[in-house]
């Protein structure tokens, strides 16, 4: 059984920082790029940050550049979204998804994923 477990979201005030954790099982994590994505209320599903680690190539939406950092421990089948100088406009629920044979940006720029964890709300207060 294919799984995505986020972790690590929660309440943090305007500059704060959060880290995410996705946690995954029951594919071939080596094979996949696992991307973050997000969706406010009445916003459509946007592409945060994704990673592929077998093609060794990381992309990050324009809105988060600069603040935001993901990483892939392959070792453990988790990966980490890093999230500083955090912004209200960041609040929202925050996905994990994986998908095989695609870069990191072509994953992030097309929404498109084979699996998708069931999120992690983020709320940023100002």
């Known amino acids: 059984e294919v799984q995505l477990v986020e972790s690590g979201g929660g309440l943090v005030q305007a500059g704060g920082s959060l880290r995410l954790s996705c946690a995954a099982s029951g594919f071939t994590f080596d094979d996949y790029a696992i991307g973050w994505f997000r969706q406010a209320p009445g916003k459509e599903h946007e592409g945060v940050s994704c990673?592929?680690?077998?093609?060794?190539?990381?992309y990050y939406a324009g809105s988060v550049k600069g603040r935001f950092t993901i990483s892939s421990d392959n070792a453990k089948n988790t990966v980490y979204l890093q999230m500083n100088s955090l912004k209200p406009e960041d609040t929202a629920v925050y996905y994990c998804?994986?998908?095989?044979?695609?870069?990191?940006?072509?994953?992030?720029?097309?929404?498109?994923?084979?699996?998708w964890g069931q999120g992690t709300q983020v709320t940023v207060s100002s």
């Open positions: 990673i592929s680690s077998r093609i060794g190539s990381t």
């Open positions: 998804a994986a998908a095989s044979l695609v870069t990191a940006q072509a994953m992030c720029v097309m929404v498109g994923a084979d699996y």
